[in-house]
């Protein structure tokens, strides 16, 4: 694949803090940098924004793919939209479901390298006419046609130790959890995380899965989803000669995985896998969709719209995301 040169950024819910990191990571990311960046997003929007923050970004209107490097805006709605919406707004629901479509439209006909997605807000896109709606993963996945699919998280700690997480499932009601842990998704979870590590250029894809059950089942006295799902998955990686183990007790894999012991970890479900990365990475976390024909990253944090529009939003993940992004499209490439 012959890289075009442009990463897209998806500017999210407006009435959160998405257009604020983007623009603050930009600001911090672009001098000295040659990539050409296109924001899907409302134009005056941002340009008052930077104008306010103070950030001196320049910010071009999009033309033609042959632009030089620089950050670029393309609006695909007739309209902009009107200043001073609500949290929650509907019009910022569907402006950001348009965005998100383009950018992802745009990755699959080769035009963009990559696309990181600022966060949006699932209510006020469900109650927007998409009540199907479970989350931008979910949603990139069927755009795409693309059924092999798992989220990763991972982020580093102040000592530059990363957490690798992939989960099995994402957002799925606890009581309805035991019959969503089969064995072919953990499969699935299991080979994209020793995928992720080769593309990451880790010298090695060492993997650990975590069990279901407090302790891992205790061998069946407290579930079997480890007994027949979870132990057949992981042996079924081995026999393809992945450097695979488990399932080992939750509890005490994310401690083993920070030391270096592991590359990545396979949890069953979000918050198993997700609390302990936000706890050692919560300002760097990234979200990266596995199994995606195209790059998709984005921060780990949601609309935070009780700070938005302070000038105050953390855009450490933003940039990550974005570094991240940069960094798959040249491996791929």
């Known amino acids: 694949k012959r890289m075009t040169g442009w990463i897209g950024i998806a500017l999210?819910?407006?009435t959160g803090v998405g257009p604020e990191v983007t623009l603050k990571a930009l600001a911090r990311e672009t001098p000295e940098d040659p990539t050409r960046y296109l924001i899907l997003g409302d134009e005056p929007l941002l340009r008052d924004l930077n104008q306010r923050l103070r950030l001196n970004l320049r910010l071009e209107s999009w033309r033609d793919a042959a632009a030089p490097p620089g950050v670029y805006v393309a609006h695909p709605l007739p309209d902009t939209l009107p200043a001073g919406l609500p949290p929650g707004s509907p019009v910022a629901a569907q402006?950001?479901?348009?965005?998100?479509?383009?950018?992802?439209?745009?990755?699959?006909?080769r035009e963009l390298d990559a696309l990181v997605t600022a966060p949006v807000s699932k209510e006020a896109i469900i109650r927007a006419g998409y009540p199907s709606f479970i989350g931008q993963t979910e949603y990139l996945s069927q755009l795409a046609g693309a059924e092999r699919t798992a989220m990763m998280?991972?982020?580093?700690?102040?000592?530059?130790?990363?957490?690798?997480?992939?989960l099995v499932t994402t957002?799925?009601?606890?009581?309805?959890?035991?019959?969503?842990?089969?064995q072919p998704k953990v499969e699935l979870a299991i080979e994209l995380a020793v995928q992720s590590c080769r593309e990451l250029g880790l010298p090695r894809a060492r993997v650990a899965v975590c069990g279901?059950?407090?302790?891992?089942?205790?061998?069946?006295?407290?579930?079997?989803?480890?007994l027949t799902a979870i132990a057949p998955a992981v042996r079924a990686g081995q026999a393809r000669s992945l450097d695979v183990c488990g399932?080992?007790?939750?509890?005490?894999?994310?401690?083993?995985a920070l030391r270096?012991?592991?590359?990545?970890?396979?949890?069953?479900?979000?918050?198993?896998?997700?609390?302990?990365?936000?706890?050692?990475?919560?300002?760097t976390g990234i979200n990266w969709t596995l199994g995606l024909p195209f790059i998709r990253t984005s921060p780990d944090h949601g609309t935070a719209c009780d700070i938005a529009g302070k000038g105050v939003a953390d855009?450490?993940?933003?940039?990550?995301?974005?570094?991240?992004?940069?960094?798959l499209a040249r491996t791929r490439a």
């Open 12 to 14: 999210g819910d407006v």
């Open 95 to 109: 402006a950001a479901m348009t965005w998100l479509t383009e950018g992802a439209k745009r990755c699959l006909r």
């Open 153 to 166: 998280l991972l982020g580093r700690d102040e000592r530059d130790r990363w957490l690798r997480v992939a």
């Open 171 to 182: 957002h799925v009601p606890i009581k309805l959890l035991p019959q969503h842990i089969t």
């Open 212 to 226: 279901l059950n407090p302790h891992a089942g205790e061998g069946g006295q407290l579930g079997d989803e480890e």
């Open 247 to 256: 399932p080992l007790s939750a509890d005490v894999v994310f401690y083993h």
């Open 260 to 283: 270096g012991e592991y590359d990545a970890v396979v949890a069953m479900y979000h918050d198993q896998g997700l609390a302990p990365l936000k706890t050692v990475a919560f300002a």
């Open 315 to 327: 855009a450490d993940s933003m940039l990550a995301a974005l570094r991240l992004a940069k960094q």
